[in-house]
């Protein structure tokens, strides 16, 4: 495996954990206030700019970074309370 790829195919448990784990993250970006959800499906969603995000929602590069950090705190700390759960 040293050139990155599974020895095996993924198993279908792994692929279940990855489903359950893609729906723990929409909900908590669903979940987050209006602004914050816009940034952080602009930027880690959609792979848009720092620059592009500020100039379509008229916020200034630290508002837009406060934003973000907010956002990908709480989508975070639901990630880590779905894996203490399971």
Known sequence: MPDGHW????EPWQQVEESELRAIVDGAIDALPEQQKLVIRL??????SSEEVCNVL?????????????ARSK??????????VA
């Open 43 to 48: 930027r880690d969603v959609e792979g848009w």
């Open 7 to 10: 020895a095996a195919p993924i």
């Open 58 to 70: 008229e916020l200034s590069e630290t508002n837009q970074r406060v934003l973000l950090h907010r």
């Open 75 to 84: 989508v975070r700390a639901a990630v880590e309370e779905y894996q203490h």
